[in-house]
Structure formats: structure tokens, C-alpha cells
């Protein structure tokens, strides 16, 4: 991936969190009629949002993780010589 479509693809990010961000607080203030509300219901969104992203980042490595584990396994157990895998071939 070049340097351009990560920029890319963060710009798309930044836009579609800042819409997703304006819209929770249009709908807020337009429902409530208070500011106080909609900031606070706003900021709780944000976080509620990077949480989900920081827990999509944690469970992506940890199957990364068991993937490249059991990869090392399979890859172990195929090389090994047929008495110690218990098969004495004849």
C-alpha cells in the first residue's frame, strides 16, 4: 500500500466519524433542545466509538496471533521424522 491510499483511506475515516459525530449531535439537540446535552451525548458517542475500535484492534491481533500459533504447529509437526511421530514405517 502506498503512502497516498493511506491518506486516502484516512481522510474517508476522519469524514465518516466527523458525519457520524454531526449527525448524533443534530439528532440530540433537535430532540432535547439543549446544547449541554447534545456535547455530552456527543463526546459519549466518540468514546463509545474509539472503544470499539481499540477492541477490533485488540481481537485482530489475538487472531493473528492463534493463526500464525497454530500455523507453527501444523508446521512443526509435519517435518518431524516418522519414529517420533510414533509411526515406524516398515
Not at 439537540?29 to 481499540?54: D, E, K, P
Amino acid at each position: 500500500m502506498t503512502r497516498q491510499e493511506n491518506g486516502v483511506n484516512f481522510m474517508i475515516f476522519g469524514r465518516l466519524l466527523a458525519l457520524v459525530l454531526t449527525a448524533t449531535a443534530v439528532t440530540v439537540y433537535f430532540a432535547s433542545q439543549s446544547i449541554r446535552l447534545a456535547v455530552v451525548t456527543t463526546l459519549a458517542c466518540l468514546l463509545l466509538l474509539q472503544m470499539v475500535y481499540f477492541g477490533s484492534v485488540v481481537f485482530l491481533v489475538w487472531r493473528s496471533s492463534c493463526a500464525c500459533r497454530a500455523e507453527v504447529r501444523v508446521s512443526q509437526r509435519s517435518w518431524k521424522p516418522a519414529a517420533i511421530r510414533g509411526r515406524v514405517e516398515e
